[in-house]
């Protein structure tokens, strides 16, 4: 096992459990305490976990990892899901996406198309995702509409009243939405309120919501509510969802593509 990949599989315990003692991480990682003390020496430098006297807890009380520590997580799921979003693009189309490891692979997907490879433009995409427009912007074919906005760390998305100025201006065919929670009930949420406030808006510019997301996201409730159910036309996922859960959805009117 790598550092790279030691300090995720810490990351993600971390995440699940809360909090991390030296021992049983040594343990579960077939290390030494040694190794362990050094690697959560590493990452409370990089403000990514609170050190304490036998391990480590989560930074803070709404813990998020920062982007680039989440995209390995349940990857194969997202590049089927990302491919099947993609795959519901027209040539020619306004689209927004929002930031996100699901959405940040869509882009990908989108790049890759040959049927995109050309044109004036080929997509117009509308971001307001630093990583996003970066990985884009150098596709002359593909017309990039970065918002405004204060930059977050953690997810690199624009958010504020400038973000919000510069997209209330904007008419776009679809979004892609990426999100930390979906529920039949309460609908589409995340765990920020100012990139909640971003995702609606986007939404409500939007003549189709699609929410990409895993199923590890679904029948389950995040604290900032992005738009309810019914706004959302398609929900692409993987097969992990259960038939009794795509069939809430699909009540509520949502097509349930699983892939």
């Not at 890759?112 to 990583?131: K, W």
């Not at 939405?177 to 009930?185: H, I, L, N, Q, S």
Request: neutral net charge; charged residues 25%.
């Amino acid at each position: 096992m790598t550092r790279k990949e030691r300090w995720q599989t810490l990351l993600d315990l971390l995440v699940e459990r809360g909090e991390l003692e030296v021992e049983p991480a040594a343990e579960a990682l077939g290390v030494s305490a040694a190794t362990i003390r050094r690697d959560l020496d590493r990452l409370a430098e990089q403000q990514l976990l609170v050190r304490t006297r036998g391990g480590a807890v989560v930074h803070g009380v709404s813990y998020e990892l920062p982007l680039r520590y989440r995209t390995s997580r349940r990857a194969a799921e997202k590049h089927r899901i990302s491919e099947a979003v993609a795959a519901l693009i027209a040539p020619g189309e306004v689209i927004g996406l929002t930031g996100g490891t699901t959405t940040t692979e869509v882009a990908r997907a989108l790049a890759g198309r040959r049927d995109l490879a050309t044109g004036s433009p080929a997509l117009t995409v509308v971001t307001n995702a630093l990583n996003i427009a970066g990985e884009l912007v150098i596709r002359p074919q593909f017309k990039i509409v970065l918002t405004g906005g204060v930059a977050r760390s953690q997810s690199y998305e624009l958010t504020g009243p400038l973000a919000q100025q510069v997209l209330g201006q904007l008419t776009v065919d679809t979004a892609v939405v990426g999100v930390d929670a979906f529920d039949p009930t309460d609908g589409a949420a995340t765990r920020h309120e100012d990139e909640a406030a971003m995702n609606r808006l986007l939404c409500e510019r939007a003549r189709r919501v699609v929410v990409a997301a895993d199923s590890t996201k679904l029948a389950v409730r995040a604290f900032a509510r992005i738009c309810p159910t019914e706004a959302v036309h398609t929900l692409v996922t993987d097969t992990g969802l259960p038939t009794p859960v795509a069939a809430a959805f699909e009540a509520a009117g949502v097509e349930v593509l699983r892939v």
